[in-house]
């Protein structure tokens, strides 16, 4: 089986899937984003470079866009349009490009958690300054503003003053959520198919964000059945077979800060004694398998 991953060539998780799938016989292909190409010909599609095209499966091992305003809008929309057209195609991308999408849109993913009757922080998304700091003397002039897309906690800031305040929104989009109390420390769940993995992430001194990214250390935690559970409906619920769920223990009761269609388990891998990398593998074969027999199922059924 070729199995692309789509991501950073040298990448720690890059370089332990290629391993691991290598390892069972597969011929392994890394790809990165800005590599990527479709060409519209008559008769269909084609994909550059040939190792997406030729794929038995693509595994998306990063962000789709790492550009600035504009640039990386324009990123995100043809990459992901792209890897749509690629699964539609009968290649199996891990996560599916629909899951990636929610995920990577933080608004979309946090009203569908809502929707599906699962807590989250208390959110608006407005335009304009006028609007964001009117929703900031709402939230009691204390909130955390968030980019509407990012990961491992790059640009997520707290809005305690008027002057810092003065600088939301602006002719933009705001993204602004209740700031939640915390013990200093968060959970992390990895769901890779029907398994969990969980680790505390306890906050670097004077810092409140508890990502591993921002110096935060993973501790050993056996999260209970109800948290598990937790993090595998959200998962379910922006459709992700393979995710990193953030769980908050907030004073009502856990709340689901995030889910990452693209989650890193390198911090967590220090702290548990399974082999993660081997587990998100079988996944990734797994899910491939799967596409080939429903493909199998479908050309019988013509």
């Not at 959110?123 to 990961?151: D, I, M, Y």
Request: proline share 5%; hydrophobic share 45%.
């Amino acid at each position: 089986m070729l199995v692309t991953l789509l991501g950073e060539r040298g990448g720690w998780h890059v370089g332990k899937l290629a391993e691991a799938l290598s390892r069972r016989g597969h011929t392994v292909e890394v790809v990165s984003w800005q590599s990527v190409g479709a060409a519209i010909v008559p008769g269909g599609l084609r994909f550059t470079p040939d190792a997406l095209a030729a794929a038995d499966v693509v595994a998306v091992r990063g962000m789709p866009g790492v550009g600035a305003g504009l640039q990386r809008l324009e990123e995100v929309i043809f990459r992901m349009d792209a890897l749509a057209q690629i699964e539609a195609a009968g290649t199996p991308v891990v996560n599916s490009p629909r899951a990636l999408e929610i995920a990577i849109d933080k608004y979309l993913s946090l009203a569908l958690l809502a929707r599906a009757g699962i807590r989250v922080p208390r959110t608006t998304v407005v335009q304009g300054h006028a609007s964001a700091r009117l929703a900031w003397n709402e939230f009691g002039r204390t909130c955390v503003a968030k980019p509407l897309f990012g990961s491992r906690g790059r640009g997520i800031r707290r809005v305690e003053t008027a002057s810092e305040a003065a600088t939301i929104g602006g002719d933009g989009v705001a993204y602004l959520q209740e700031l939640i109390p915390h013990p200093g420390w968060d959970l992390r769940v990895l769901v890779v198919g029907d398994e969990a993995f969980a680790m505390r992430r306890v906050a670097a001194a004077g810092e409140w964000r508890t990502n591993v990214s921002l110096g935060g250390r993973p501790e050993a935690v056996e999260a209970s059945a109800d948290e598990v559970a937790l993090a595998q409906r959200a998962a379910a619920t922006v459709g992700a077979r393979i995710a990193g769920v953030d769980i908050l223990p907030g004073p009502d009761g856990p709340v689901v800060l995030e889910v990452n269609a693209v989650p890193a388990w390198r911090g967590l891998q220090s702290v548990v004694h399974t082999d993660l990398t081997e587990i998100v593998a079988l996944e990734v074969i797994r899910d491939a398998e799967t596409g080939r027999a429903a493909e199998g199922e479908g050309r019988r059924g013509t």
